[in-house]
Structure formats: structure tokens, C-alpha cells
């Protein structure tokens, strides 16, 4: 009876691994290619910060400015016809921190950070390994802080306030006695107190803001959806009223954007002009925001600054058909018509066919 059970449980698995092993095949499958997108887009992002390194070796490109200059020097290497296999990416750290601080805080940064790492594992090894002078909060704090630094080779972590102020806090007020994190001086404790309070304080008005901009904006973007355009510009004005910082790290376009959008859709080209040179001023090589500029600076008769923005987003972004599109309307409104035949052949060289570009080359070589 007992052989018989077993026997039964043993066909019942192998029948539900046979039903599974479809399913559970394509569940794999789709979980490689989301990781093996996020291996290339990750040292896409690599490779783009040892561009920037390599621009600004020395002081970097100015501590929290990744995110802003990442965008340009993404587009150097999406313009190469080598890295195909490479798609425009938004992000606001290259998910590697050392190449991180290099970016932006050049070799003097780096190599000061790798300074109190080294002056840290130094004086524990003279404390802790030649004196075994062993401690669970010792284990626990070098534990802690060797993990962060092998991570760090594949993420970026001390971007985080509160990962940040640990990590130093570990390293800078550790008693060599006895291992143990320990502030006994009272002026020290107040001056910190004071610095984690004003932060605080900055902290909260900023969130408070930016939470509050978060939902009129969600709020605006649907009205303007379903076009109630003088409520969503309601909405939009009082977000721009506020002020915030931030909206989200991982968005590439600003509320500015969206208010421009708004405003160019009820035939308001000035105000929206308005407003994407503004959005611009945030992040300059924003591919969207300088392709709407670039198509209404061409709409208003500014067709030098309407190729000069267009010629942007496609470099940006060499993928952005509509940008190439709208960069060969601009060239063909200047009368230009060898460029803008030359911009269409350029999209279809790095990305392939195209229905509407092919369309377009022929309208330009009907052209008389």
C-alpha cells in the first residue's frame, strides 16, 4: 500500500511537471530577456560614464549632474553603427557607483572616497586582525560596509540619504577600542543634530511639494486627455506655482513639458514655446522636449532654432522617427531639400525600413 502511494504521488509530479513545463519554459524565457535588456542597458550606462570621465577627468561633471549630461553622452555612442543592439535609455545613475563619483566628482572625487575606505580598512586591520580584538558590532559594522562596496559594482547606492549617512557614519565615528559606533563629543552631537534637522526640515517642505505636484499633475494629464484644456491648465499653473524639485527620477520630460503640450493643443504656440524652453533649461538634451520646441519653433517661422533643437533630439535619440521627420520638414520649410533627403536616409541606415520615411524620400524626389 505504502509502494502503491508512493508510486501515485511520483506519477501525479511528473504530470504536473509535464503540464508546467510549457508554461514554466516561457516564464524563463521571459525573465532572461527582461535580464539580459537590463545586462546591455546596464553597460550601456558603463560605457557612457567613461565617456563623461573622459571629458571631465578631473572635477567631474558637478556632484548630482548625472542625470543631466548622461543623455548627450548616450547619444555618442547610440550614434555609433556598432552598438545597434543598444536603445535610448532614461535614468539618473549609471547602477554602478564608482563610476558614479568618477562621473561626477572626476579622479579628485574617487580618489578621495577610495582614501577614506582605505584609511578605514587600515586602522581596523591594525585594531582588528593584528590585535584580534574581535566584537559582534565590529563584524556587524565591516560586514555591512564590505557588502556595500561589492554591490556597488553592480548598483548604486549611496545616492540614498539614509544609505549614505549609515555608510559614513560607520566610517568616520567608529571607536578603535572597541569597534562600536560612539559620538562622545557633545559639540559634534549638536552640530549633527542641527545639520539632520535642517535637512529634515528641507525634506519635508520638498516632498510635501513635490507629493502635492504629483497628484495635480496626474489629474492635469487627464483632463488634458480628454480635453478639458482650460481645467488641465488650471492644474498645470498651480504646479508651476509650486515650485518642486522633483517629480520622479526616472522621468524624462517635466511638468513644464506637459503644460507646453496642453497649451499647443488649444493653438497657443507662443505660451507653449514658452514652456518647453523652460522644461529645456532643466535638461537640455531632453529628445522630446527638443523635438516639440524644434516642431514649433519651425510652426512659428524660426527655422534655424527649429533645426538647431530637431538636430538635437535625433543625435539623442537616433530612434526618434518623428524628430527625423519633423527635422526633414524643417530642412524642406528652409528650402533645403538635399538635407532634409539626407536626414530621412540617415533614420533608415540606423534603424531599417520605414513606411513613412520611404514615403517621405519619395515626395521629396517628386518635389520640382
Known amino acids: 500500500q505504502k509502494q502503491k502511494r508512493i508510486i501515485f504521488i511520483f506519477l501525479v509530479i511528473i504530470l504536473v511537471l509535464i503540464f508546467l513545463t510549457p508554461q514554466g519554459l516561457k516564464i524563463a524565457k521571459e525573465k532572461f530577456a527582461d535580464k539580459k535588456r537590463s545586462i546591455i542597458h546596464r553597460f550601456l550606462m558603463w560605457e557612457t560614464s567613461l565617456y563623461m570621465i573622459k571629458d571631465h577627468p578631473v572635477f567631474g561633471t558637478g556632484f548630482g549632474t548625472y542625470r543631466l549630461h548622461y543623455p548627450y553622452y548616450q547619444g555618442i555612442l547610440l550614434n555609433n553603427p556598432a552598438n545597434k543592439e543598444y536603445d535610448y535609455v532614461v535614468t539618473w545613475m549609471p547602477h554602478q557607483n564608482y563610476l558614479l563619483i568618477a562621473a561626477e566628482t572626476g579622479i579628485l572625487g574617487l580618489g578621495a572616497f577610495l582614501l577614506i575606505i582605505f584609511i578605514f580598512l587600515f586602522l581596523n586591520y591594525d585594531l582588528f586582525i593584528k590585535k584580534k580584538n574581535f566584537n559582534l558590532t565590529f563584524i556587524g559594522i565591516f560586514s555591512g560596509i564590505f557588502s556595500l562596496l561589492i554591490s556597488s559594482f553592480f548598483n548604486t547606492f549611496y545616492n540614498i540619504p539614509s544609505t549614505t549617512l549609515l555608510f559614513f557614519l560607520f566610517l568616520l565615528f567608529q571607536d578603535l577600542n572597541s569597534g562600536k559606533i560612539e559620538i562622545k563629543n557633545k559639540n559634534i552631537i549638536a552640530g549633527l543634530i542641527t545639520i539632520a534637522g535642517i535637512i529634515l526640515f528641507y525634506t519635508i517642505v520638498s516632498d510635501g511639494k513635490t507629493l502635492l505636484a504629483n497628484v495635480y499633475l496626474k489629474e492635469a494629464n487627464k483632463l488634458s486627455k480628454n480635453r478639458y484644456y482650460n481645467n488641465a491648465i488650471n492644474y498645470y499653473e498651480r504646479i508651476i506655482s509650486l515650485k518642486p ?62 533645426v538647431e533643437k530637431l538636430k538635437m533630439a535625433v543625435f539623442v535619440a537616433p530612434h526618434y522617427e518623428a524628430a527625423y521627420s519633423n527635422l526633414a520638414i524643417a530642412y524642406i520649410a528652409k528650402g533645403d531639400k538635399e538635407n532634409a533627403k539626407d536626414v530621412l536616409q540617415k533614420y533608415i541606415q540606423i534603424n531599417g525600413k520605414s513606411e513613412r520615411i520611404e514615403s517621405m524620400i519619395a515626395a521629396i524626389d517628386a518635389m520640382k
Not at 286 to 297: D, H, S
Request: aromatic share 20%.
Open 245 to 306: 524639485i522633483e517629480l520622479t527620477p526616472q522621468m524624462d520630460v517635466g511638468y513644464f513639458y506637459y503644460a507646453a503640450e496642453t497649451y499647443r493643443e488649444t493653438g497657443n504656440f507662443e505660451k507653449a514655446k514658452e514652456y518647453y524652453e523652460k522644461d529645456l533649461k532643466i535638461n537640455p538634451y531632453c529628445p522630446e522636449v527638443n523635438n516639440m520646441l524644434g516642431a514649433i519653433y519651425g510652426q512659428l517661422g524660426f527655422f534655424d532654432k527649429s
